[in-house]
């Protein structure tokens, strides 16, 4: 029963479909950016795609009946016995009924049926069940699939597709409950033989799908691949390699299965490498990824040959960009996340020119020629014009044409731009250039000096950084950081040999305002003199206080930061243009009663083969690697004494929430060696805890209760570490009894309470005198007549929390009027240890160190 509703309820939608592709004529559809054109385009009286009526023809299997479909006089044939009243494409016959597991082969389909497309149906399966088609495409094809209808193939939870999927391989992934797309989801691929993937991981009473598919010419103008000129890079899923050689006429960057939708989780590295005097000129002409998803869809230009090299474009979204870069490597990035509903997004089609820097250029001429002016009010300026046409120069004007004509002055408004590069080549050759950065009210600007090149003789030209302003010419507001004479130079990262490149010195602002002057020299050289200077604007109330010596080490104070936020892995415009190993440190710092939190919670999915994996256990999580920690992407949480708490590497998501409660200070340190560096997002929180908090008592008694923490604070899997010392003192001599209870039953070294002797100098706790630990229940510690002050002090270290109380009284015996000598203890425990004298008079709680870890594991 449930078969014949099915094919009924896929029949009006096949009627439906085309009805509308009826309307569009075979046209070109447009639609946000998806290129469509219909496989198919039917006429209305038609049954389905091979069938034109049910009955009323001769039936192959009973020659004396007419009650037989009707097929298509080409390329259809009767389905036979088994379905009288349908038809099949010819060659297909045999799977009318179950046209699941098949064979689709275009050589074969195209002798029997003349089509070199079709219909796939899939049979209405009981879920859990999988169904696979295989698609043999011919020379020079490419395999389109468009799904129109979708009944209980997965579902979409908002994240990914769930329960099942239908996936074609090099293509995108679709599901849906009950779907029906009148503009078709659009699917490519190019692998050799691609295999469709018709996958149920859930019990359904009924999955299908109907969907048309073709093979289309590699060649075609709307359905062609439109990749041009690159080398797929062995063993990786859609790594490209291009060569200036092989694009004399253009080349063509475009997302996996162009124009169709792209696979979720992958990720493209496009490298480009031009030849000496070369311009990469790459115009992205479309791109369309899911609106809202800019942190997992993205494409990133970089301008070196690794994603660790400065980002030059992020384009996301609808973002079209087209730029020009003379540098020799170029790495174009594309990620893709989980696939998005309603699946009407297809990636990005580049262009990618070389362009070869000849001794002519005529952009240069005729910008120069336009500021005439400006060459004759600064005669010094203009001498060398002729001399400058040298390679260098040349390549640098091709490098920004779009603003050859701008001043090489540039003002940034932090309001507006965070973080940027100002390059003064290309730009009007004044004698004095200036970068002014502006930042808001709680800024502080950073730059690093990428590349320059100063080669006039005895510190005639320089390049200086100061904190502030010029205002007016008057330097009395501004302090210089540095000044660089002539000649001096850096070449950019390009230019230099990763071992012996050096990152570029770092200099900051104490306000929100700086400068970066490059003064050039009155004798213009054959050279030109130039900088290239990163910079950014960092607000301590978002992103922790800055601190000077590092790059991007920030701290968090509980008392001045937000209380609640969210910290990531370092951006890259902060890591200028460092290459190679690097670390940062996000410090939290609690004030007096209070208490951190901080949770790792999310980070998008890295490559599959990661050298580094990260296991949890009992005592946190482990970086498990062949190769030293240094050598991987990593990321730490460490405690202020240097205990690393948990180690994260690899694809550590599987983990998460990963935790840690600190009431002292902790850093999450991420480090990346010489690849993109791991992502992480986790939110941290400064809560008023006082649980072991700094407390001074002169009481003579007291108490503590430990068990307070079990309930409070995290919800996750727990893992503690504490470390809390309580000094007590008396003012008077005194019997110190101190008794403990607890009702766990722990190992010793999971949790104890020891006591100590004073100790003046240092860590207050000197020789350990008792020890309690949580199987010893409940027990009384009498200290020796005199013994004033003592340190107890609680250390734990596990998945519990220790619970336990401790009490403390004194008694004052009237004895202590004895002038000479000590008197004798009323309950004598310890009398070695009686004739230290008076102590400091003093009761003391010092909390000083509690921290207590969770982990999600
Ligand atoms: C062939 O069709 C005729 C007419 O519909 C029917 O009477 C006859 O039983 C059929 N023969 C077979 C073998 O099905
Ligand atoms: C298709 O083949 C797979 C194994 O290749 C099998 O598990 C599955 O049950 C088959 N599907 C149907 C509907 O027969
Ligand atoms: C959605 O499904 C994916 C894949 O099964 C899973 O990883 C993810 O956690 C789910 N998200 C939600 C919000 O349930
Ligand atoms: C779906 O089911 C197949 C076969 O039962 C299994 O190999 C695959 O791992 C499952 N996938 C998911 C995401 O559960
Ligand atoms: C990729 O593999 C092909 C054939 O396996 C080989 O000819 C080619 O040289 C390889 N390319 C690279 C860059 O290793
Ligand atoms: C980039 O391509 C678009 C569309 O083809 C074109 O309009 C634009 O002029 C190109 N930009 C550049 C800089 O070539
Ligand atoms: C990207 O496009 C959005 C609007 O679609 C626009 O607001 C944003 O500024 C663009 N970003 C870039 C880098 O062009
Ligand atoms: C020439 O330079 C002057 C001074 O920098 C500037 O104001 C003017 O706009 C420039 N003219 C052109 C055509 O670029
Ligand atoms: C360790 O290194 C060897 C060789 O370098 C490699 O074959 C093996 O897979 C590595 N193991 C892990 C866990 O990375
Ligand atoms: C410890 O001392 C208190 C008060 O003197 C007493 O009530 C308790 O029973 C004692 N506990 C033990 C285990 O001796
Ligand atoms: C007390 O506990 C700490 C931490 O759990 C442990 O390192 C230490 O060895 C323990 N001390 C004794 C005496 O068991």
């Not at 389905?48 to 009323?56: A, E, R, V």
């Not at 942190?295 to 400065?310: E, F, H, L, N, R």
């Not at 990346?672 to 700094?694: M, Q, T, V």
Request: proline share 5%.
């Amino acid at each position: 029963m449930a078969i014949v509703e099915a094919v009924s309820e896929m029949s009006t939608t096949r009627s439906s479909v085309w009805l509308g592709a009826v309307l569009f004529v075979a046209t070109t559809l447009v639609h946000s950016q998806v290129t469509w054109t219909p496989i198919y385009v039917g006429s209305y009286s038609q049954v389905d795609l091979w069938t034109q009526t049910t009955n009323g023809c001769a039936c192959s299997f009973n020659s004396s009946s007419n009650e037989c479909a009707c097929c298509v006089p080409s390329g259809g044939c009767s389905c036979g016995a088994a379905s009288p009243d349908r038809c099949a494409q010819c060659g297909l016959e045999q799977y009318c009924a179950n046209m699941c597991n098949i064979t689709l082969d275009s050589r074969q389909l195209f002798s029997k049926s003349d089509r070199g497309f079709g219909q796939i149906k899939s049979p209405s399966l009981e879920g859990p069940s999988r169904c696979t088609y295989r698609f043999v495409p011919d020379t020079g094809q490419r395999v389109e699939l468009q799904i129109y209808r979708l009944i209980s193939i997965g579902r979409h939870n908002g994240t990914a597709c769930e329960g099942g999927w239908l996936q074609l391989e090099g293509g995108g992934r679709v599901c849906g409950l009950n779907e029906r797309f009148d503009r078709p989801v659009v699917l490519f691929s190019d692998r050799s033989v691609p295999i469709l993937h018709m996958q149920i991981n859930e019990s359904t009473t009924r999955s299908q799908f109907l969907a048309y598919f073709s093979f289309s010419s590699k060649a075609s103008v709307s359905v062609g691949w439109p990749v041009k000129g690159g080398d797929p890079k062995n063993n990786t899923e859609c790594d490209w390699i291009y060569k200036d050689t092989d694009c004399l006429d253009g080349c063509v960057l475009a997302s996996p299965g162009y124009p169709g939708l792209y696979p979720p989780n992958i990720r493209c590295l496009y490298s480009i490498t031009s030849g000496p005097r070369m311009s990469i000129a790459i115009n992205f002409t479309a791109v369309l990824l899911p609106e809202k998803h800019c942190t997992s869809d993205y494409i990133a230009v970089y301008s070196g040959s690794t994603t660790s090299s400065p980002l030059l474009k992020m384009l996301c979204f609808k973002n079209k960009t087209s730029l020009t870069y003379s540098g020799r490597k170029l790495l174009v990035e594309f990620r893709a996340g989980p696939e998005v509903p309603p699946f009407d997004y297809n990636g990005f089609v580049a262009t990618l020119n070389f362009i070869e820097i000849t001794t002519e250029a005529p952009t240069t001429v005729t910008t120069d020629s336009t500021n005439k002016s400006l060459d004759t009010t600064k005669p010094i300026n203009a001498v060398g014009y002729n001399v400058r046409y040298n390679n260098r120069d040349l390549q640098d004007h091709r490098k920004d044409q779009g603003s050859i004509s701008s001043s090489c002055d540039l003002e940034v408004h932090g309001e507006k731009v965070r973080a940027g590069h100002h390059d003064t080549r290309g730009k009007l050759k004044s004698t004095a250039c200036r970068l002014v950065l502006r930042g808001r009210a709680y800024d502080t600007g950073h730059v690093s000096l990428a590349s320059y090149n100063l080669s006039a003789q005895g510190c005639q030209s320089s390049i200086e950084v100061f904190d502030g302003v010029l205002e007016g010419g008057m330097l009395s507001t501004a302090r210089s950081l540095e000044r660089i004479c002539s000649p001096a130079r850096r070449l950019p990262p390009e230019f230099v040999q990763q071992d012996t490149y050096v990152e570029p010195k770092r200099y900051s602002s104490n306000g929100r305002d700086m400068t970066v002057v490059l003064r050039r020299s009155a004798n213009s050289p054959a050279d030109e003199e130039y900088m290239d200077v990163s910079y950014y604007f960092h607000d301590e109330r978002e992103g922790g206080t800055q601190q000077p010596a590092s790059v991007c080490d920030v701290e968090y104070y509980g008392l001045t930061s937000p209380v609640k936020g969210t910290v990531v892995h370092p951006e890259p415009h902060r890591l200028f243009a460092m290459e190679g190993p690097i670390k940062c440190r996000q410090h939290f710092i609690p004030a007096a009663n209070q208490s951190v939190i901080i949770r790792v919670e999310s980070s998008s999915k890295h490559s599959p083969n990661n050298p580094c994996q990260t296991k949890c256990g009992d005592s946190g999580c482990n970086c498990v690697s062949n190769m030293t920690l240094e050598s991987v992407d990593h990321l730490l949480l460490v405690s202020e004494t240097g205990h690393i708490v948990t180690c994260l590497c690899g694809n550590y998501q599987d983990w998460l929430p990963v935790g840690i409660r600190s009431w002292t200070p902790v850093y999450i340190e991420w480090s990346r060696s010489s690849k993109a560096g791991l992502n992480f997002r986790a939110a941290y929180e400064f809560i008023k805890d006082s649980y072991c908090g700094y407390h001074t008592t002169t009481k003579p008694e007291g108490e503590v209760n430990g068990g307070d923490l079990a309930s409070s604070g995290l919800k996750l899997n727990q893992f503690y570490q504490q470390k809390c010392t309580w000094i007590l003192d008396s003012l008077t001599d005194r019997q110190l009894t101190i008794e403990v209870k607890s009702t766990q039953s722990r190992p010793c070294t999971a949790w104890n309470l020891t006591i100590h002797e004073y100790s003046r100098n240092g860590d207050p706790a000197g020789p350990r005198l008792y020890t309690f630990c949580s199987r010893n229940t409940h027990k009384n510690f009498t200290l020796p007549w005199k013994t004033n002050t003592v340190v107890v002090r609680l250390q734990a270290l596990g998945r519990t929390a220790p619970e336990y109380t401790m009490k403390w009284w004194s008694q004052s015996v009237i004895a202590n009027t004895h002038k000479s000598g000590p008197s004798p203890a009323p309950n004598h425990v310890l009398s070695s240890s009686a004739g230290n004298g008076p102590r400091e008079m003093r009761i003391l709680i010092l909390f000083a160190m509690l921290l207590a870890y969770a982990v999600g594991c």
